[in-house]
């Protein structure tokens, strides 16, 4: 069910103190309030508070794919955004076939981008109880990934299929039941394994310790380095992310199994986004007030949010060109400008 967030109501909880009635008032969407997306749309809506900038009514809870054509249509504000989301639009194909080519077109031409992060990392983990051994125990297993439908779904078939060349239904058997129901899921035993987007430290897992010690595992690097991945990546809001794993966050708890000391996974990348026809101050306070925000804000909101990429504008971590449709909105480009960090012109 989906939660609305009265941004002046959490100000007041907090102990943030808005000095002055805010300029505008706004609407946002976002996932769950406990995801990145959703832990960083609420943290938006408080920085616009503080720096008086705007109010923000936050749904929480949102199917994205909702969402992003919400903004497009001029329905909602702003929106979080897995970048592959806007690319499907475009072309009127996945969640987007019945719009049409010409209207998928003419509504991602509305959209654009305050900033990035990175959503979620995918990857397979297991209770040490169960004495999985990785990506070599898929074949013939029970895998829980993901919900029935949607992004993460695809993704975790797509990363078992580019390590193992294994398909779910056919060669394992894939589990799988809605957000909701997932760290139930994982503790009662009906999964060998899990298939399923992290953070770092990731918050589902670490509700799900409290039945055990868990192991996860990296990529393997042949995997990661070679041709097949190196094309999955092109599909936009999907990048190659590599950790060091004495940054990823666990203290306890969790083992992770690498060749090196690195942690490798496939990323997914999206952002916050607004409709095009937001006037150019607006977007330009909201990106400052996110960048005057990041360390108070932000990175103290949860223990995963500093390794999300917020603040980011490289774009082999925004994924902000090459087939990504998007582009940042003007007034957003101003105020990273200002704020000393360089937007590639192919994201303007």
Same mark, same amino acid.
């Given at each position: 069910m989906?939660?609305i967030?009265a941004?002046?109501?959490?100000?007041a909880?907090l102990?943030?103190?808005?000095?002055a009635?805010?300029?505008?008032?706004?609407?946002?969407?976002t996932?769950?309030?406990?995801?990145?997306?959703?832990?960083?749309v609420?943290?938006?809506?408080?920085v616009?508070?503080?720096?008086?900038?705007?109010d923000?009514q936050?749904t929480?809870?949102?199917?994205?794919?909702?969402?992003v054509?919400?903004?497009a249509?001029g329905?909602?504000?702003?929106?979080?955004?897995?970048?592959?989301?806007p690319?499907?639009m475009s072309?009127?194909?996945?969640?987007?076939?019945k719009v049409?080519?010409?209207?998928?077109?003419?509504?991602?031409?509305?959209?654009?981008?305050l900033?990035?992060y990175?959503?979620?990392c995918?990857?397979l983990?297991a209770?040490d109880?169960?004495?999985? !051994? %990785?990506?070599? =125990?898929?074949?013939?297993?029970?895998?829980?990934?993901?919900?029935?439908?949607?992004? #993460?779904l +695809?993704? $975790?078939?797509d990363?078992?299929?580019l390590?193992?060349?294994?398909e779910d239904k056919?060669?394992y058997?894939?589990?799988?039941v809605?957000?909701g129901?997932a760290?139930?899921?994982i503790q009662?035993?009906?999964?060998?394994?899990?298939v399923?987007?992290v953070?770092?430290?990731?918050?589902?897992?670490?509700?799900a310790?409290?039945?055990?010690?868990?192991?996860?595992?990296?990529m393997p690097?042949?995997?990661?380095?070679?041709e097949?991945?190196?094309?999955f990546?092109k599909r936009?809001?999907?990048?190659?992310?590599?950790l060091?794993?004495?940054?990823?966050?666990?203290k306890?708890?969790?083992?992770v199994?690498?060749?090196d000391d690195?942690f490798?996974? !496939? %990323?997914t990348? =999206?952002?916050?986004i607004?409709?095009?026809?937001?006037?150019?101050?607006?977007?330009? #306070?909201? +990106?400052? $007030?996110?960048?005057d925000?990041?360390?108070e804000?932000?990175?103290?909101?949860?223990?995963?949010?500093?390794?999300?990429?917020?603040?980011?504008?490289?774009?082999a971590?925004?994924?902000?060109?090459?087939?990504n449709p998007?582009?940042?909105?003007?007034?957003?480009?101003?105020?990273?400008?200002?704020?000393g960090?360089?937007?590639?012109?192919?994201?303007k």
């Amino acid at each position: 069910m989906s939660k609305i967030f009265a941004v002046a109501g959490a100000a007041a909880i907090l102990g943030l103190a808005v000095t002055a009635q805010a300029q505008v008032n706004l609407t946002a969407e976002t996932a769950s309030p406990g995801s990145a997306p959703g832990v960083s749309v609420i943290s938006l809506s408080e920085v616009a508070a503080k720096y008086n900038v705007a109010d923000i009514q936050v749904t929480t809870g949102q199917t994205l794919t909702n969402s992003v054509q919400n903004v497009a249509e001029g329905k909602s504000d702003i929106a979080a955004a897995p970048f592959v989301l806007p690319f499907l639009m475009s072309r009127a194909v996945g969640p987007y076939a019945k719009v049409g080519k010409e209207k998928g077109a003419e509504l991602t031409g509305n959209l654009r981008v305050l900033y990035t992060y990175r959503i979620a990392c995918q990857s397979l983990y297991a209770y040490d109880s169960s004495n999985f !051994p %990785g990506y070599d =125990g898929i074949k013939g297993a029970r895998i829980f990934n993901g919900p029935p439908r949607g992004a #993460a779904l +695809t993704n $975790a078939r797509d990363l078992v299929r580019l390590v193992t060349g294994l398909e779910d239904k056919k060669d394992y058997t894939g589990i799988q039941v809605n957000w909701g129901q997932a760290v139930k899921t994982i503790q009662d035993g009906s999964a060998n394994a899990f298939v399923l987007p992290v953070s770092f430290p990731d918050g589902r897992m670490t509700a799900a310790m409290a039945s055990g010690d868990m192991t996860m595992w990296s990529m393997p690097i042949k995997t990661f380095e070679g041709e097949a991945f190196g094309k999955f990546t092109k599909r936009p809001g999907t990048v190659a992310v590599t950790l060091p794993i004495a940054d990823m966050g666990w203290k306890s708890g969790v083992t992770v199994r690498s060749e090196d000391d690195n942690f490798r996974c !496939p %990323g997914t990348v =999206g952002g916050e986004i607004v409709n095009a026809s937001m006037d150019f101050d607006t977007a330009k #306070a909201l +990106t400052k $007030a996110f960048l005057d925000g990041l360390e108070e804000v932000y990175y103290a909101k949860a223990p995963f949010m500093p390794n999300s990429w917020h603040g980011e504008t490289d774009v082999a971590l925004t994924d902000m060109c090459g087939l990504n449709p998007l582009k940042y909105h003007p007034g957003a480009v101003a105020a990273w400008e200002e704020a000393g960090h360089s937007i590639p012109a192919c994201a303007k």
